[in-house]
Protein backbone atom coordinates (compact mmCIF):
# COMPACT_ATOMS: atom_id res chain seq x y z
CA UNK A 1 0.00 0.00 0.00
CA UNK A 2 1.32 3.62 -0.75
CA UNK A 3 2.05 5.69 1.61
CA UNK A 4 -0.87 8.76 2.33
CA UNK A 5 -0.73 11.75 2.45
CA UNK A 6 -4.20 12.72 4.15
CA UNK A 7 -5.77 9.91 6.41
CA UNK A 8 -9.94 9.84 7.48
CA UNK A 9 -9.70 8.34 10.71
CA UNK A 10 -13.67 6.91 11.23
CA UNK A 11 -16.58 8.05 9.96
CA UNK A 12 -17.74 11.52 11.24
CA UNK A 13 -20.77 12.94 10.36
CA UNK A 14 -21.11 14.40 6.91
CA UNK A 15 -22.39 17.09 8.19
CA UNK A 16 -18.71 17.56 9.98
CA UNK A 17 -16.75 16.42 7.32
CA UNK A 18 -17.25 15.72 3.55
CA UNK A 19 -15.21 12.67 2.73
CA UNK A 20 -12.58 12.74 -0.10
CA UNK A 21 -11.24 10.29 -2.51
CA UNK A 22 -7.75 11.25 -2.03
CA UNK A 23 -8.34 10.52 2.23
CA UNK A 24 -7.06 6.90 3.35
CA UNK A 25 -8.99 5.72 6.09
CA UNK A 26 -7.01 4.30 9.29
CA UNK A 27 -9.70 2.90 11.64
CA UNK A 28 -9.23 -0.23 12.86
CA UNK A 29 -13.27 -0.77 12.76
CA UNK A 30 -13.41 -0.31 9.38
CA UNK A 31 -11.94 -3.94 7.11
CA UNK A 32 -8.80 -3.11 5.09
CA UNK A 33 -7.94 0.05 6.30
CA UNK A 34 -4.43 0.87 6.65
CA UNK A 35 -3.04 1.05 10.27
CA UNK A 36 -2.70 4.17 11.32
CA UNK A 37 0.55 3.00 14.12
CA UNK A 38 1.94 1.65 10.12
CA UNK A 39 2.19 5.57 9.11
CA UNK A 40 5.90 7.12 8.69
CA UNK A 41 6.92 9.52 10.98
CA UNK A 42 6.22 13.26 9.61
CA UNK A 43 4.53 12.04 6.58
CA UNK A 44 1.20 13.17 6.36
CA UNK A 45 -0.16 16.73 5.36
CA UNK A 46 -3.76 16.41 7.05
CA UNK A 47 -5.57 13.49 9.18
CA UNK A 48 -9.72 13.82 9.92
CA UNK A 49 -10.38 11.83 13.03
CA UNK A 50 -13.49 11.21 14.79
CA UNK A 51 -11.94 10.43 18.34
CA UNK A 52 -12.77 7.05 20.17
CA UNK A 53 -14.91 7.93 23.47
CA UNK A 54 -11.57 5.99 25.50
CA UNK A 55 -9.47 8.25 27.17
CA UNK A 56 -6.49 5.54 26.91
CA UNK A 57 -7.58 4.55 23.00
CA UNK A 58 -8.41 8.36 22.29
CA UNK A 59 -4.92 9.98 23.55
CA UNK A 60 -3.12 7.01 21.65
CA UNK A 61 -4.95 7.68 18.19
CA UNK A 62 -4.33 11.08 18.72
CA UNK A 63 -0.56 10.77 19.50
CA UNK A 64 -0.26 8.72 16.54
CA UNK A 65 -1.90 11.00 14.26
CA UNK A 66 0.52 13.75 15.45
CA UNK A 67 3.57 11.71 14.73
CA UNK A 68 2.40 10.72 11.54
CA UNK A 69 1.71 14.34 10.57
CA UNK A 70 4.66 16.59 9.12
CA UNK A 71 4.98 19.87 10.96
CA UNK A 72 2.77 22.62 10.23
CA UNK A 73 0.29 19.76 9.10
CA UNK A 74 -3.36 19.92 9.99
CA UNK A 75 -5.17 17.57 12.35
CA UNK A 76 -9.14 17.87 13.00
CA UNK A 77 -10.17 15.99 15.76
CA UNK A 78 -14.25 15.75 16.75
CA UNK A 79 -15.73 13.92 19.35
CA UNK A 80 -19.44 14.17 20.66
CA UNK A 81 -19.40 16.14 23.78
CA UNK A 82 -20.54 13.56 26.31
CA UNK A 83 -17.89 10.92 24.28
CA UNK A 84 -14.60 12.35 24.60
CA UNK A 85 -15.22 15.83 23.05
CA UNK A 86 -15.18 18.24 26.09
CA UNK A 87 -11.48 16.52 26.88
CA UNK A 88 -10.22 16.96 23.18
CA UNK A 89 -8.87 20.46 23.58
CA UNK A 90 -7.02 19.48 26.65
CA UNK A 91 -5.54 16.47 25.94
CA UNK A 92 -4.14 17.64 22.69
CA UNK A 93 -2.81 20.90 24.48
CA UNK A 94 -0.85 18.62 26.56
CA UNK A 95 0.85 17.09 23.68
CA UNK A 96 2.32 20.51 22.91
CA UNK A 97 -0.43 21.71 20.53
CA UNK A 98 -2.11 25.61 19.94
CA UNK A 99 -5.71 24.62 19.58
CA UNK A 100 -8.61 26.25 17.87
CA UNK A 101 -11.93 24.90 19.31
CA UNK A 102 -15.65 25.29 17.98
CA UNK A 103 -19.04 23.05 18.33
CA UNK A 104 -21.59 21.86 15.85
CA UNK A 105 -23.70 19.14 16.39
CA UNK A 106 -23.41 18.28 20.17
CA UNK A 107 -19.73 17.63 18.74
CA UNK A 108 -16.77 19.79 20.13
CA UNK A 109 -14.04 20.16 16.51
CA UNK A 110 -10.47 20.91 17.18
CA UNK A 111 -8.13 22.05 14.61
CA UNK A 112 -4.37 21.67 15.29
CA UNK A 113 -1.69 22.66 13.05
CA UNK A 114 0.93 20.32 14.59
CA UNK A 115 4.05 22.24 16.25
CA UNK A 116 7.88 21.42 15.11
CA UNK A 117 7.80 20.19 19.03
CA UNK A 118 5.66 17.66 20.87
CA UNK A 119 5.51 16.63 24.18
CA UNK A 120 3.94 12.98 25.95
CA UNK A 121 2.99 11.43 22.51
CA UNK A 122 5.59 8.51 23.03
CA UNK A 123 3.97 7.81 26.82
CA UNK A 124 0.25 7.85 25.02
CA UNK A 125 1.20 5.59 22.21
CA UNK A 126 3.23 3.21 24.95
CA UNK A 127 -0.23 3.22 27.35
CA UNK A 128 -2.19 2.78 24.09
CA UNK A 129 -0.25 -0.50 22.68
CA UNK A 130 -0.91 -4.12 22.51
CA UNK A 131 0.10 -5.79 25.63
CA UNK A 132 -0.40 -8.63 27.41
CA UNK A 133 -2.84 -8.11 30.18
CA UNK A 134 -2.01 -9.34 33.66
CA UNK A 135 -4.45 -11.90 35.42
CA UNK A 136 -5.55 -12.75 32.16
CA UNK A 137 -2.27 -14.28 30.40
CA UNK A 138 -3.56 -12.87 26.61
CA UNK A 139 -2.71 -10.44 24.17
CA UNK A 140 -5.22 -7.49 23.93
CA UNK A 141 -5.29 -3.74 23.76
CA UNK A 142 -7.41 -0.57 25.07
CA UNK A 143 -10.39 0.32 22.44
CA UNK A 144 -11.12 -3.28 21.96
CA UNK A 145 -14.24 -4.96 23.41
CA UNK A 146 -13.94 -5.97 27.33
CA UNK A 147 -9.88 -5.67 26.47
CA UNK A 148 -8.47 -6.30 29.91
CA UNK A 149 -10.97 -8.77 31.42
CA UNK A 150 -13.26 -12.10 30.29
CA UNK A 151 -16.62 -10.55 29.82
CA UNK A 152 -19.25 -11.88 31.64
CA UNK A 153 -21.59 -12.65 29.21
CA UNK A 154 -18.89 -14.22 27.33
CA UNK A 155 -18.51 -16.17 31.00
CA UNK A 156 -21.69 -16.94 31.02
CA UNK A 157 -21.63 -18.60 27.56
CA UNK A 158 -18.27 -20.83 28.38
CA UNK A 159 -20.12 -22.40 31.87
CA UNK A 160 -22.78 -24.22 29.98
CA UNK A 161 -20.57 -24.77 27.08
CA UNK A 162 -20.42 -28.43 26.05
CA UNK A 163 -17.88 -30.31 23.97
CA UNK A 164 -18.33 -29.00 20.72
CA UNK A 165 -17.32 -31.47 17.60
CA UNK A 166 -16.80 -30.85 13.43
CA UNK A 167 -16.29 -27.10 12.20
CA UNK A 168 -17.14 -24.02 13.19
CA UNK A 169 -17.11 -20.53 13.66
CA UNK A 170 -16.66 -17.71 16.19
CA UNK A 171 -18.17 -15.00 14.94
CA UNK A 172 -17.02 -11.48 16.62
CA UNK A 173 -14.33 -13.75 17.83
CA UNK A 174 -12.71 -10.54 20.22
CA UNK A 175 -9.26 -11.67 21.42
CA UNK A 176 -10.16 -15.23 21.29
CA UNK A 177 -11.43 -15.80 24.63
CA UNK A 178 -14.27 -18.10 23.68
CA UNK A 179 -12.04 -19.64 21.10
CA UNK A 180 -9.94 -21.22 23.76
CA UNK A 181 -12.91 -23.12 25.49
CA UNK A 182 -13.89 -24.32 22.20
CA UNK A 183 -10.96 -25.59 20.73
CA UNK A 184 -10.39 -27.92 24.42
CA UNK A 185 -12.50 -30.11 22.31
CA UNK A 186 -10.67 -32.13 20.46
CA UNK A 187 -13.36 -33.32 18.37
CA UNK A 188 -13.24 -29.66 17.44
CA UNK A 189 -12.03 -30.22 13.71
CA UNK A 190 -11.78 -26.41 12.49
CA UNK A 191 -12.55 -23.26 13.58
CA UNK A 192 -12.99 -19.79 11.64
CA UNK A 193 -12.70 -16.71 13.74
CA UNK A 194 -13.81 -13.36 12.45
CA UNK A 195 -14.13 -9.66 14.09
CA UNK A 196 -14.85 -6.21 12.97
CA UNK A 197 -11.95 -5.26 14.85
CA UNK A 198 -8.56 -5.21 13.49
CA UNK A 199 -6.77 -4.77 16.81
CA UNK A 200 -9.02 -7.70 18.22
CA UNK A 201 -8.38 -10.33 15.42
CA UNK A 202 -4.10 -9.25 15.79
CA UNK A 203 -4.44 -10.14 19.13
CA UNK A 204 -6.30 -13.52 18.86
CA UNK A 205 -4.13 -14.38 16.47
CA UNK A 206 -1.27 -14.17 19.31
CA UNK A 207 -3.46 -15.89 21.70
CA UNK A 208 -4.90 -19.28 20.15
CA UNK A 209 -2.16 -20.83 18.91
CA UNK A 210 -3.67 -23.90 17.27
CA UNK A 211 -3.61 -25.06 13.68
CA UNK A 212 -7.27 -26.33 13.56
CA UNK A 213 -8.51 -21.91 14.04
CA UNK A 214 -7.90 -19.39 11.11
CA UNK A 215 -8.86 -15.70 11.24
CA UNK A 216 -10.59 -13.07 8.99
CA UNK A 217 -10.46 -9.54 9.80
CA UNK A 218 -14.61 -8.38 8.35
CA UNK A 219 -18.04 -8.34 9.15
CA UNK A 220 -19.10 -11.33 11.12
CA UNK A 221 -23.00 -10.40 9.89
CA UNK A 222 -21.87 -10.74 6.02
CA UNK A 223 -19.74 -14.00 6.36
CA UNK A 224 -20.05 -16.37 3.75
CA UNK A 225 -19.30 -19.75 6.03
CA UNK A 226 -21.12 -22.87 5.00
CA UNK A 227 -22.18 -25.95 6.33
CA UNK A 228 -20.90 -25.42 9.61
CA UNK A 229 -21.82 -28.11 12.26
CA UNK A 230 -21.78 -25.17 15.29
CA UNK A 231 -21.57 -21.42 15.86
CA UNK A 232 -20.43 -19.52 18.96
CA UNK A 233 -21.01 -16.22 19.68
CA UNK A 234 -21.73 -13.34 21.94
CA UNK A 235 -23.06 -10.81 19.38
CA UNK A 236 -22.73 -7.10 20.22
CA UNK A 237 -25.61 -4.61 20.42
CA UNK A 238 -23.75 -1.55 20.50
CA UNK A 239 -22.86 0.40 17.34
CA UNK A 240 -20.67 3.49 17.66
CA UNK A 241 -21.41 3.44 21.27
CA UNK A 242 -25.02 3.36 20.66
CA UNK A 243 -27.89 0.50 21.51
CA UNK A 244 -28.69 -1.42 18.00
CA UNK A 245 -30.67 -3.85 18.65
CA UNK A 246 -30.58 -4.80 15.04
CA UNK A 247 -26.97 -5.85 14.92
CA UNK A 248 -27.53 -8.70 16.79
CA UNK A 249 -30.32 -9.73 14.93
CA UNK A 250 -27.85 -9.75 12.08
CA UNK A 251 -25.52 -12.18 13.40
CA UNK A 252 -28.27 -14.30 14.58
CA UNK A 253 -29.69 -14.07 10.83
CA UNK A 254 -25.76 -14.79 9.95
CA UNK A 255 -24.88 -17.64 12.47
CA UNK A 256 -28.37 -19.33 10.90
CA UNK A 257 -26.91 -19.21 7.16
CA UNK A 258 -23.52 -20.38 7.81
CA UNK A 259 -24.55 -23.66 9.93
CA UNK A 260 -25.65 -27.10 7.90
CA UNK A 261 -29.39 -28.59 8.86
CA UNK A 262 -29.13 -30.05 12.05
CA UNK A 263 -26.08 -27.29 13.25
CA UNK A 264 -26.13 -25.72 16.51
CA UNK A 265 -25.92 -22.29 17.25
CA UNK A 266 -24.73 -21.19 20.67
CA UNK A 267 -24.71 -18.16 22.02
CA UNK A 268 -25.63 -15.48 24.98
CA UNK A 269 -27.30 -12.28 25.20
CA UNK A 270 -28.55 -9.94 27.88
CA UNK A 271 -31.70 -10.48 29.67
CA UNK A 272 -33.68 -7.55 28.33
CA UNK A 273 -32.54 -8.20 24.17
CA UNK A 274 -35.62 -10.00 22.09
CA UNK A 275 -33.66 -12.46 20.24
CA UNK A 276 -36.72 -14.97 20.97
CA UNK A 277 -38.03 -12.84 17.96
CA UNK A 278 -35.67 -13.95 15.77
CA UNK A 279 -34.19 -17.52 16.97
CA UNK A 280 -37.57 -18.91 16.93
CA UNK A 281 -38.83 -18.35 13.51
CA UNK A 282 -35.43 -19.29 11.88
CA UNK A 283 -34.53 -22.31 14.23
CA UNK A 284 -36.33 -25.79 14.44
CA UNK A 285 -35.23 -26.14 18.20
CA UNK A 286 -34.63 -23.08 20.40
CA UNK A 287 -33.81 -23.67 23.98
CA UNK A 288 -32.39 -21.66 27.16
CA UNK A 289 -29.53 -23.29 29.11
CA UNK A 290 -29.18 -21.58 31.60
CA UNK A 291 -26.76 -18.15 31.96
CA UNK A 292 -25.68 -16.50 35.22
CA UNK A 293 -26.62 -12.53 35.99
CA UNK A 294 -28.13 -11.11 33.72
CA UNK A 295 -27.63 -12.85 31.24
CA UNK A 296 -29.20 -15.59 28.49
CA UNK A 297 -27.72 -18.65 26.90
CA UNK A 298 -29.32 -19.96 23.95
CA UNK A 299 -28.49 -23.36 22.21
CA UNK A 300 -30.36 -23.18 18.57
CA UNK A 301 -30.82 -26.45 16.25
CA UNK A 302 -31.46 -25.71 12.62
Known sequence: MSSPTRILHGLPPLELHQRSRDETQTSPLIPGS?????????????????????????????????????????????????????????????????????????????????????????????????????????????????????????????????????????????????????????????????????RAVDCARRNVDDPRADFAWGDATSASFEGLDFVVMNPPFHDAGWEAKALGQRFIQAAHGGLRKGGTLWMVANLHLPYEGVLEPLFARVERRGGSGPYKVFEARK
Open 34 to 198: QGLEDLAPESLDQAVMLAPPGAVERRYTLALALRALKPRGELIAMAPKEKGGSRLKKELEAFGCTVVESAKRHHRICHVERPEALSGIDGAIAEGAPRIVQGLGLWSQPGVFSWDRVDPGTAALMEVLPPLSGAGADLGCGIGVLAHAVLASPAVTRLHLIDIDR
